[in-house]
């Protein structure tokens, strides 16, 4: 094989930990001598996969069926499948296609450029790695020489924490990625500072529950909001996210950070599952509707203007018309600015398997859509009490709108995490990565359009 066959096409499902890992590995396989290709022309077909529900862990088996093609008509392309479905299914990946040369666990990505050498080495070897590593594995870091870390300029992950320990009765999460291991304050604020240093203005820190930083035998003893202060505090980072966040475990040193560090953004994902009690302590969620609206008070009281979103669950077994009424009312109170909502999908190994009655689809995806209606009003006068207001943007990309050939619109967020598209002059200037301050004049039904004040920076 030559050298101009080592080339990989990732294709990531899931959440921003996929994301996430997925880019490092990218970058990585860059540093290994690999190169980015197409789908239908890369050797190394990988597949980061993700198994919070059943339709995403259906898609992965029917995306490596798909990918199947390609190796068929050439014997060195091989299929790569890592992430939560892989530390799930394993090995029987082998069984399930021939074309699967190697699984990777989510303790394991820190390996995959040498795994991925083998194989391309070696035309017949299949690997299996799955181990569950015992603390925080660091994995190499990876600076572009030049150019953006992440495929959003000016923008940053960082991992605090690997795993969770808290087992909601519906989640796979923990078994699929193990239990919660912190990682050490220094690396973390060594990594963000390289960041900053390489035009990183906008961080977001990683962890299926940030809020329990450090509260597990590899922790430093550093809380989780010793640690915002301190990240807060590196010069350049404009503007500092955190996701997600546990009700259960949201320190008041946390919400009282809304109130002190400027650069800590105006909007916070806050999962509330569901609104209804019975339902919260079914799940095993740790908290109930009084603390969660305390919360919501505690963080308006910091920060006014922060805006809200969740995730919810319809459907959860055992959930009444009047669970449901309660879970409506709450998302109302707070006046969520978005949420992701999910209709409960059995997992294998969860506790919530054998909880019953189970919700009947229909039933389930009729509250769905009530819920989503409902979102979308609050959505709706959420933006429209934006218009008149003036905001700062952080560009993303030129979106696909055009407007004749001197205008483009450029799509950005500002530190709510709203998206806003700005008309600007077409010409060369690549704006990905810079800051803008926006009059904010019309809201569209997920988006707000505004014009420049002043130039980018
Ligand atoms: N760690 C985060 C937390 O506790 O908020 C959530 C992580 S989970 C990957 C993302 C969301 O998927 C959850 O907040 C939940 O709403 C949803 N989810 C998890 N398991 C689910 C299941 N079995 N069925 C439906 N939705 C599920
Ligand atoms: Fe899943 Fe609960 Fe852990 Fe979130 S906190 S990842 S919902 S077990
Ligand atoms: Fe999915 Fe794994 Fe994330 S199950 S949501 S990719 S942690």
């Given at each position: 094989?030559?050298?101009?066959?080592?080339?990989?096409?990732?294709?990531?499902?899931?959440?921003?930990?996929?994301?996430?890992?997925?880019?490092?590995?990218?970058?990585?396989?860059?540093?290994?001598?690999?190169?980015?290709?197409?789908?239908?022309?890369?050797?190394?077909?990988?597949?980061?996969?993700?198994?919070?529900?059943?339709?995403?862990?259906?898609?992965?088996?029917?995306?490596?069926?798909?990918?199947?093609?390609?190796?068929?008509?050439?014997?060195?392309?091989?299929?790569?499948?890592?992430?939560?479905?892989?530390?799930?299914?394993?090995?029987?990946?082998?069984?399930?296609?021939?074309?699967?040369?190697?699984?990777f666990?989510?303790?394991?990505?820190?390996?995959?450029?040498?795994g991925l050498?083998?194989?391309?080495?070696?035309?017949?070897?299949?690997?299996?790695?799955?181990?569950f590593?015992?603390?925080?594995k660091?994995?190499?870091?990876?600076l572009?020489?030049?150019?953006?870390?992440?495929?959003?300029?000016?923008?940053?992950?960082?991992?605090?924490?690997?795993g969770?320990?808290?087992?909601?009765?519906?989640?796979?999460?923990?078994?699929?990625?193990?239990?919660?291991?912190?990682?050490?304050?220094?690396?973390?604020?060594?990594?963000?500072?390289?960041?900053?240093?390489?035009?990183?203005?906008?961080?977001?820190?990683?962890?299926?529950?940030?809020?329990?930083?450090?509260?597990?035998?590899?922790?430093?003893g550093?809380?989780?909001?010793?640690l915002?202060?301190?990240?807060?505090?590196?010069?350049?980072?404009?503007?500092?996210?955190?996701?997600?966040?546990?009700?259960?475990?949201?320190?008041?040193?946390?919400?009282?950070?809304?109130?002190?560090?400027?650069?800590?953004?105006?909007?916070?994902?806050?999962?509330?599952?569901?609104?209804?009690?019975?339902?919260?302590?079914?799940?095993?969620?740790?908290?109930?509707?009084?603390?969660?609206?305390?919360?919501v008070?505690?963080?308006?009281?910091?920060?006014?203007?922060?805006?809200?979103?969740?995730?919810?669950?319809?459907?959860?077994?055992?959930?009444?018309?009047?669970?449901?009424?309660?879970?409506?009312?709450?998302?109302?109170?707070?006046?969520?600015?978005?949420?992701?909502?999910?209709?409960?999908?059995?997992?294998?190994?969860?506790?919530?398997?054998?909880?019953?009655?189970?919700?009947?689809?229909?039933?389930?995806?009729?509250?769905?859509?009530?819920?989503?209606?409902?979102?979308?009003?609050?959505?709706?006068?959420?933006?429209?009490?934006?218009?008149?207001?003036?905001?700062?943007?952080?560009?993303?990309?030129?979106?696909?709108?055009?407007?004749?050939?001197?205008?483009?619109?450029?799509?950005?967020?500002?530190?709510?995490?709203?998206?806003?598209?700005?008309?600007?002059?077409?010409?060369?200037?690549?704006?990905?990565?810079?800051?803008?301050?926006?009059?904010?004049?019309?809201?569209?039904?997920?988006?707000?359009?505004?014009?420049?004040?002043?130039?980018?920076?």
């Amino acid at each position: 094989m030559t050298q101009d066959n080592k080339t990989f096409h990732i294709m990531t499902f899931g959440c921003q930990m996929n994301v996430h890992d997925s880019g490092w590995l990218a970058r990585a396989l860059m540093a290994y001598g690999w190169r980015e290709a197409p789908e239908d022309q890369a050797t190394a077909l990988i597949i980061n996969t993700c198994s919070v529900r059943d339709k995403p862990e259906q898609k992965v088996y029917s995306l490596v069926g798909r990918l199947g093609q390609y190796c068929r008509k050439d014997n060195a392309k091989f299929v790569a499948v890592g992430g939560c479905v892989a530390q799930q299914v394993g090995e029987g990946f082998f069984e399930r296609s021939d074309h699967v040369r190697l699984v990777f666990g989510t303790d394991q990505t820190g390996q995959v450029p040498e795994g991925l050498d083998k194989l391309y080495h070696d035309e017949v070897e299949r690997l299996a790695m799955l181990d569950f590593e015992d603390g925080f594995k660091l994995r190499k870091f990876h600076l572009p020489d030049d150019g953006p870390v992440s495929h959003l300029p000016g923008q940053a992950f960082v991992n605090i924490m690997q795993g969770c320990d808290n087992f909601c009765a519906y989640c796979i999460v923990p078994y699929v990625r193990g239990r919660q291991k912190s990682r050490s304050t220094e690396d973390i604020l060594a990594e963000v500072r390289a960041l900053a240093e390489h035009g990183v203005r906008e961080l977001t820190l990683l962890g299926q529950n940030v809020n329990s930083f450090s509260l597990d035998r590899h922790g430093d003893g550093t809380s989780f909001a010793q640690l915002l202060y301190k990240v807060a505090a590196i010069p350049g980072i404009r503007r500092l996210r955190f996701t997600s966040s546990h009700p259960k475990d949201l320190a008041p040193e946390v919400i009282n950070a809304f109130g002190e560090l400027p650069n800590l953004c105006t909007g916070l994902h806050l999962p509330m599952q569901s609104g209804s009690d019975r339902v919260l302590n079914a799940m095993g969620r740790g908290y109930d509707m009084a603390r969660y609206m305390g919360l919501v008070e505690g963080l308006r009281r910091a920060r006014p203007e922060i805006a809200l979103t969740t995730d919810l669950i319809v459907g959860f077994p055992g959930e009444t018309e009047e669970d449901f009424l309660e879970t409506l009312e709450a998302v109302r109170e707070v006046g969520f600015e978005s949420s992701f909502s999910f209709i409960y999908s059995d997992r294998p190994g969860t506790r919530s398997v054998r909880m019953e009655p189970k919700v009947e689809r229909e039933v389930a995806q009729e509250r769905l859509i009530r819920l989503q209606a409902l979102q979308d009003e609050l959505t709706s006068s959420a933006l429209k009490a934006q218009v008149g207001t003036e905001t700062e943007v952080l560009l993303e990309s030129p979106s696909k709108k055009q407007d004749g050939g001197d205008i483009v619109f450029w799509r950005g967020r500002d530190s709510c995490g709203r998206v806003v598209n700005i008309p600007l002059p077409a010409d060369d200037s690549d704006l990905a990565g810079k800051l803008l301050t926006v009059h904010i004049d019309a809201a569209k039904k997920h988006s707000l359009m505004g014009k420049a004040v002043g130039e980018p920076w």
